[in-house]
DNA sequence: CTGTTAGCGCGTTCAA
DNA sequence: TTGAACGCGCTAACAG
């Protein structure tokens, strides 16, 4: 037994200034059932003069029907993901869901602690980021009734259904395009492959792309931090210290391509004619830049509204997954 | 009566798995009172063999104490609030608590719709961005027993803690710093003052400073977006075409600065010899520019960890209502 | 150290 | 169109 706290304010106490049974209001509040006029009105009156709140959680316990959203991001600091989330809550918006935020630094432990404390708020549905998981989160995120949507990457199986494109694809257009544009001495930078998984993937279909191709293999720069502006400006500067003929660098996502271009604009480098600067993503930032930036769009306004449509309509969990291949379009910009 | 969905595995199926009673299975996993090893053993097997996930819906409801945060912010486009919500999480990582996020599109009523939301969550805690609301939005958070923090602002009255600086003082430091610098022809470009009050108070301690020093008053350009890069490259065009003769443009953050920096390098003005440049708020961003920004530092940071730390430790609402002053500081950029 | 009992506030089912 | 009774899954209080 709980103190019932006495100046909580609950249904029956708006049932009882409004002369009416607690269901009536409940009813009136989720707009469910026929109700007369005339009690909808007084229920109403009811409500604002006791300053009534509603109280989610007994309603979610009663009907085992929630409204929250749990969305799992490896970070807020990488530009792309707060795009992500603004996305999500813009498909979101007009729905009635609330999305429940968890932050897991690209750590697979972490995203297992996040999920599970997901689970436990019985959220309408999951939206994380990436195809590959812990074992224990698959099992938690297969054996759950509710949908699970894997977004950003196209590129394996998904538990449920996964919206995004083939990193790995993405990586070899990367490339091709570059020889095409008639660039050879290729440069890389990156984040930490072992924990930016997408990345990997690109850098995996880029390189491979290149040594098919005759082209001799990127010299890299792999940061052990993850994506920045500033990780991307002492990667270009160190880069070209050790082999500063370079005709172009590829760079694992435009936060670091960004500062790949302060660096040319510091130092005087010529961007696309003395030096190429290609990135990933096409984030707004990159496109702002004096001379915008060259990249691939990865549709993340797409991925956010598709995600949102995909259980809005029914949270029930299908038979089968599915991939949803939302694709990516090289943006020709200046700097390659 | 809910169609009791037999797929469910709740605390009782547990205890009954650990040959134990329900009460015992909730101690262990929440680690209160005192529990013999060996049961507990047994508990934590039972756990994993039959899958079990925590229920905390239920949890709340019976025990009036829940662990979610509600962070609402105006918007998430506008790179300041990324880093809040960063700094939050931060804060939050330990602890155990779940932000459940809200957007408010800088829209007053639109936040009052997103507080009645949260509150119907039971969250422990809110925090919210400025000391600004709606007749109703202050009403439900003044009679609600939770803690309410207000940050970014700290100047007004707040309804419980209030964590940020004050931005007129901000303006106003602004222009006294640039004064001393010897500028004198100031330009001002800034997003929708009627929807961005913060933007707003510091545009008003600007320019009162300036007249008040017999400067005269800055010639300006208001866009009717919220702040972004874009709307700053646009928006410096647009001013040296009405007034070709400044001196100096300040900007009403770090955003639109950025942009303003761009349209420097791409037309060949020299950085604060020829213009400055100045912003608010003291991105990441700004400062990995080619030439780090002059701006005003509003240690959005210390402000995150402060209101975590604000009901971390106590969630019942103090009688007296606090601001906490987190101050600024100017960053001697390169760009004025 | 462990169990019993009694709700938390709401929504579903069924009856009126 | 409205209401009564029951229980969602868990935990506080008290007893043993």
Redesign the interface.
């Known amino acids: 037994m ?1 103190k019932r ?1 006495d ?1 909580t304010i609950t249904l029956k106490d708006v049932a009882e200034a409004a002369g009416v049974s607690g269901i009536t209001v409940s009813r009136v509040l989720r707009a469910s059932g026929p109700i007369s006029e005339a009690t909808r009105k007084r229920v109403l009156e009811a409500v604002k003069t006791t ?1 009534y ?6 309603g ?5 029907r ?1 409204n ?1 959203v749990g969305v799992i991001l490896p970070s ?2 990488n530009g792309v ?2 795009e992500v ?2 996305g999500i ?1 813009e498909a979101l ?1 007009q729905s ?1 869901f ?6 897991t630094d690209y750590d697979l432990m972490k995203e297992e602690t996040v999920v ?7 959220p309408a549905a999951i939206i994380l980021t990436g195809l590959q998981h812990s074992r224990n989160t698959r ?2 995120l297969e ?3 509710i949908r699970v949507i894997e977004i950003m990457d196209a590129g394996g199986r998904p538990i449920d259904v996964a919206i995004g494109l083939s990193h790995r694809d993405a990586g070899s257009a990367t490339a091709q395009h570059l020889i095409e544009k008639g660039y050879r001495r290729f440069g890389y930078i990156g984040p930490d492959l072992e924990r930016d998984l997408r990345a990997h993937d690109r850098h995996e279909g880029f390189r491979h792309y290149l040594t098919r191709h005759g082209i001799a293999a990127p010299v890299e720069y792999l940061s052990r931090e993850t994506s ?3 990780g991307g ?1 002492e990667g270009l500067a160190e880069l070209l210290r050790m082999k500063p003929d370079l005709d172009v660098v590829v760079f694992s996502s435009d936060d670091m391509a ?2 790949g271009v ?2 040319c ?2 130092t005087g480098i010529q961007l696309k004619t003395q030096l190429g600067i290609f990135g990933f993503n096409g984030l ?2 990159g496109q ?4 915008p930036l060259s990249t691939i769009r990865s549709n993340r306004h797409r991925i956010g509204q598709i995600a949102v449509e995909t259980f809005i309509n029914d949270v029930t969990r299908p038979l089968t997954s599915k991939v949803i291949d939302t694709g990516f379009s090289i943006i020709h910009g200046e700097t390659a």
Chains 1, 2 share one sequence.
């Open positions: 709980t706290d100046a300053g709140v509603h109280n989610r959680l007994a979610v316990l009663a009907s085992a929630s929250l807020l600091s993901f707060p989330m603004a809550n918006a009635g609330q999305p429940v935020v968890g932050v599970r404390s997901m689970l436990s708020w019985k099992r938690m054996d759950t009734p920045s502006i500033s400006k960004i500062g302060y660096h604009i510091a707004d930032t702002s830049l004096p001379q």
